[in-house]
């Protein structure tokens, strides 16, 4: 017969003890997990060693000292070829007292022909009831996927930058030959030029000058996604202020108010924040309310571990069933004849604010004005 194991929990017959049904239990549990889960005392004998753990580095070897284990289950520096020093072995780390997560590495098993697996392993020591540390506990988790799965974005990344760059500039230049040609023609017929001849001429140069915009803001999208980001400690403020001083122009001849509470400052990459804001700043002096004097209320609000932030404005507004859809790239709600734009502005402002692991949304009542939403990391822990 098995003797109760000294693990506590509610309902042992005896307090500190565990029944025979409730260790099996917990050993069935222990064996399903997806992690792999590995205990052994300070000496390196194993004391818990589940079936996920089996699946990544093999049968367990009791014998095996802590140091020795890179060199038994082939443990190797993320580069994929350097062995794990004897003190980096991350049972020696735990059983030194070492607490460290998502420590990477690879594993590849002598003699397994199979093709090494990545790894991220959580390490803490076993410490006993009276606080010494009396063994070692590692968390393994198989990430070989979403690191296959990270290169093939990558890669697609820097192809589709490629894409867009070659495409610009190859379309911008037939493009530059149209309006050329269309330039000298006008200049070849001089007073011979028609009205009608003049406006068709007018559609033409209309047609090229989006187009050319079309690509750069295609090129700005592209950007934003391939990119790599400089998160640091931004002043929400100070970018706030840039923008509306390269908004000057429109500020002035659209006559809008616009009202800045104080805002935070935020895990950022600056650049991307400065478009975010400048987007949809944009977005609400252009699509103010005829016969309404327009007006944009910026604001911020902690929300835990997050800055909630809104751009209100008191324009037209969307009616919410579209409230999803003006995210999405050329996703237009209106004819370029009423308002200008690609409809590339919002998707962008999704995409920062996506890469930036927060949430964008829009909340509207149509006719009365429109407020964007979204949120980003706080610099600091304490919630308010």
């Known amino acids: ?40 005392d300070g000496s390196g004998r194993v004391l818990l060693f589940n079936s996920a753990a089996k699946d990544i580095l093999g049968e367990a070897l009791d014998n095996t000292a802590p140091q020795d284990w890179p060199k038994k289950y082939g443990m190797f520096d993320p580069d994929g070829s350097t062995l794990l020093s004897e003190a980096q072995s991350p049972l020696v780390r735990a059983i030194g007292g070492e607490t460290a997560d998502n420590v990477e590495i690879m594993i590849a098993r002598p003699g397994d022909m199979a093709i090494g697996r990545w790894c991220s392993i959580n390490l803490r020591p076993l410490k006993n009831a009276d606080g010494a540390i009396g063994g070692g506990v590692l968390l393994i988790q198989d990430v070989s996927e979403r690191k296959v799965l990270a290169a093939e974005v ?72 391939s990119r790599p980001q400089q998160l640091e400690l931004v002043d929400s403020n100070i970018v706030l202020a840039d923008c509306l001083k390269s908004l000057t122009a429109s500020i002035t001849e659209s006559g809008v108010d616009i009202q800045v509470e104080p805002l935070p ?22 699509f103010a309310a005829p016969g309404r004097s327009p007006r944009v209320r910026v604001s911020a609000q902690r929300q835990g571990a997050e800055w909630c932030f809104s751009v209100a404005d008191n324009g037209i507004g969307i009616e919410m ?7 999405l790239i050329f996703r237009r709600l209106h004819p370029v004849s009423t308002y ?45």
């Open 321 to 327: 069933e579209f409230a999803e859809q003006v995210f």
């Open 265 to 286: 400052s935020v895990l950022a990459d600056a650049s991307q924040l400065s478009q975010l804001f400048q987007n949809l700043l944009g977005n609400a002096i252009k």
């Open 1 to 40: 017969m098995k003797p109760a194991n000294t693990l506590g929990s509610p309902g042992a017959p005896a307090v500190g003890t565990l029944t025979i049904e409730q260790t099996e239990l917990i050993h069935t549990l222990l064996s399903s997990l997806g992690l792999g889960l590995v205990v052994t």
């Open 154 to 225: 990558a890669r697609s990344n820097a192809a589709l930058q490629q894409f867009a760059s070659v495409a610009a500039h190859d379309l911008q230049e037939p493009l530059r030959s149209v309006v050329g040609f269309q330039d000298m023609l006008a200049l070849h017929l001089g007073n011979n030029l028609d009205d009608k001849s003049a406006h068709y001429m007018a559609k033409v140069k209309g047609g090229v000058k989006r187009m050319q915009v079309l690509i750069n803001d295609l090129l700005s999208y592209s950007r934003i996604q």
């Open 340 to 384: 200008a734009g690609t409809g590339i502005g919002l998707a962008i402002c999704q995409t920062i604010v996506d890469r930036h692991g927060g949430r964008m949304w829009i909340e509207s009542v149509f006719g009365e004005g429109a407020t964007f939403k979204f949120t980003l990391r706080a610099a600091t822990l304490e919630f308010l």
